[in-house]
């Protein structure tokens, strides 16, 4: 669960909720958990903006127009275009966000 924005106290009473609704009902609570989705990699993004920019210099000391056209063409592309969408996964109950381990 993502707790930012919570104070310490609202952190305590959802963890607390969590573990008497965990004891209860664990069906409930695995349904609802989540993995860890991982952040888009930006990096190989800004490698290709990096290298589109680079040709375009290129492109201007060899008086290539066309080559500086399309590099700035193609930065421009990599920087606007939408970055794909994590797929979410439901996590296994040892897998969960900050939950008690289930008691045997």
Do not use: K
Not at 37 to 46: E, I, K, L
Not at 55 to 84: H, I, K, Q, R, Y
């Amino acid at each position: 669960m993502d707790f930012r924005g919570l104070n310490r106290h609202e952190q305590r009473r959802l963890d607390d909720i969590e573990r008497h609704l965990l004891e209860e009902a664990p069906e409930v609570v695995a349904a609802f958990q989540t993995a860890p989705v991982p952040s888009p990699d930006h990096g190989s993004r800004m490698v290709l903006v990096v290298l589109a920019a680079l040709m375009a210099v290129v492109g201007l000391f060899a008086d290539a127009p066309l080559l500086v056209v399309c590099s700035m063409a193609g930065a421009t592309t990599a920087l606007l275009a939408p970055s794909p969408r994590p797929r979410s996964g439901v996590a296994s109950a040892g897998q969960s966000w900050g939950a008690a381990p289930p008691v045997a």
